[in-house]
């Protein structure tokens, strides 16, 4: 089945600085690798996903990248604000059925 | 549209005691799931359906039933609980776009259970 593993497990950063978290998956039939963003008592949110047909994706201060060959995806915020610390979840379908997550990544922005 | 609603929000067990977490979707959504998630593991995967009368295994299944005898409904069953079902249980839920999974997921609020 799918592997699905994200780093760093933390990430702390600068008000106005950029994060970046990166995911590896092992499956190379996968093509659809959504991002979550998860805020405290909360269920997971959706915040941009791509498609493999595609390199990147951009929505105002957050893109993702995807490396199809490498087998990896990457998930970027600019001009970080303090409302972007949450934890973050990427992901990967099982066999086209459901989606296996990664362990997650706790962004704090201070300012 | 209330989107996908879990109950209960908390829950308190006794080793051995049995329970059903609920979980309804009225998006008519094809595709749902059931995760739990503990401290430094992410969201793990216990059951799926990709429709009524279809389930399956996912990565943690042990311990746990479900079934789907309608589209809008994926009952959580804990057979005998154990401390280590401890967790914060989500319910999913997805249309799918052709024959596989390649949109998003939306989540319940979650069920916090405490198993003593």
């Known amino acids: 089945g799918e592997n699905v593993e994200q780093h760093p497990s933390t990430l702390s950063v600068q008000e106005g600085d950029s994060a970046v978290i990166k995911c590896t998956y092992s499956?190379?039939?996968?093509?659809?690798f959504p991002w979550y963003k998860q805020e405290l008592g909360k269920g997971p949110q959706l915040i941009i996903d791509?498609?493999?047909?595609?390199g990147e994706k951009k929505d105002q201060r957050i893109a993702v990248t995807l490396n199809k060959t490498a087998k990896h995806f990457s998930l970027h915020i600019t001009e970080t604000q303090p409302e972007d610390s949450a934890v973050y979840f990427c992901?990967?379908?099982?066999?086209?059925?459901?989606?296996?997550f990664g362990k997650g990544t706790t962004l704090s922005v201070s300012s | 549209n209330a989107g996908v609603t879990q109950t209960p929000k908390f829950q308190v067990l006794k080793t051995g005691q049995s329970m059903t977490l609920q979980c309804a979707q009225d998006?008519?959504?094809?595709?749902m799931s059931w995760y739990r998630q503990d401290p430094g593991m992410g969201l793990r995967l216990i059951h799926y359906?990709?429709?009524?009368?279809?389930?399956d295994q996912g990565e943690v299944p042990n311990g746990y039933n479900v079934s789907r005898s309608t589209t809008e409904d994926f009952p959580l069953r804990l057979l005998s609980a154990a401390p280590s079902q401890t967790s914060v249980y989500f319910c999913?839920?997805?249309?799918?776009?052709?024959?596989?999974?390649?949109?998003?997921?939306?989540f319940g609020q979650g069920t916090r259970l405490t198993v003593v």
């Open positions: 999913a839920s997805s249309p799918p776009r052709g024959p596989i999974l390649n949109t998003e997921a939306f």
């Open positions: 499956d190379s039939a996968s093509n659809y």
């Open positions: 791509i498609r493999s047909n595609v």
């Open positions: 992901a990967a379908p099982q066999a086209g059925t459901a989606l296996i």
């Open positions: 998006m008519n959504h094809e595709y």
């Open positions: 359906s990709v429709g009524a009368g279809i389930t």
